[in-house]
């Protein structure tokens, strides 16, 4: 199974964009995207399911609908990063191999 890493740029209820330089990928796919809240105590990851609608030479866009998701693991992660907002320029996140 193909790992990659990206960072999130832009993120709502119901998806977001990662940016990263991971290609292999197709629309319509579905993908499993892990992350950890880096601030806190809990070193466990969590893990939501999206569908991807965009590809662009700059990262993904992910939508959740239609996936079966924890609607509280969408809503901490959206109230994680409100609260963390730090502009950032954009850097092209590497590819790892599993």
């Known amino acids: 199974m193909p790992v990659a890493t990206g960072q999130i740029r832009d993120a709502s209820k119901r998806g977001l964009f990662i940016a990263t330089d991971y290609t292999d990928v197709q629309l319509n796919q579905t993908v499993e995207l892990e992350f950890r809240f880096p601030d806190t105590q809990e070193k466990r990851f969590r893990r939501l399911k999206a569908h991807v609608v965009r590809k662009s030479d700059r990262g993904l866009g992910v939508d959740f609908e239609g996936v079966e998701n924890d609607s509280f693991t969408i809503s ?10 730090m502009p950032v320029n954009y850097f092209p996140a590497r590819r790892k191999q599993a």
């Open 76 to 85: 901490s992660l959206i109230n994680w990063l409100k609260n963390h907002h």
